[in-house]
């Protein structure tokens, strides 16, 4: 069992930046890939960035590419986003997940996750 828990949301102006984190704990070991992922009212989840527990290779979703960054400290078993250049539409709840495999490349797929954090609430205002 892997346990996540999110924390750094809050309320920012347009333009801003916040940074997000995921502590992990439990069987960290067997973490392939960790991700964040959002939801906004009346929408669906959707993917925003991975980054590969191990190797540290990173992927985005085009609606944050160049404005948020994510990262890890293996040595804190933690992962951040950074999310810099905040827009309304960046309002969501944002959650965490690890994976232990990631079928066919599809990472950006909440199914292929098999835990989750709780969720940490992010508010752009305009």
């Known amino acids: 069992q892997v346990q996540l828990v999110e924390s750094g949301g809050g309320l920012v102006q347009a333009g801003g930046s916040l940074r997000l984190s995921c502590a992990a704990s439990?069987?960290?070991?067997?973490?392939?890939?960790m991700s964040w992922f959002r939801q906004a009212p009346g929408k669906e989840r959707e993917f925003v960035a991975t980054?590969?527990?191990?190797?540290?290779?990173?992927n985005y979703a085009d609606s944050v590419k160049g404005r948020f960054t994510i990262s890890r400290d293996n040595g804190k078993n933690t992962v951040l986003l950074q999310m810099n250049s905040l827009k309304p539409e960046d309002t969501a709840d944002y959650y965490c997940?690890?994976?232990?495999?990631?079928?066919?490349?599809?990472?950006?797929?909440?199914?292929?996750?098999?835990?989750w954090g709780q969720g940490t609430q992010v508010t752009v205002s305009s």
């Open positions: 997940a690890a994976a232990l495999r990631i079928y066919n490349g599809r990472y950006y797929q909440p199914h292929n996750y098999n835990y």
């Open positions: 439990g069987s960290i070991f067997s973490i392939n890939v």
């Open positions: 980054i590969n527990w191990s190797g540290g290779s990173t």
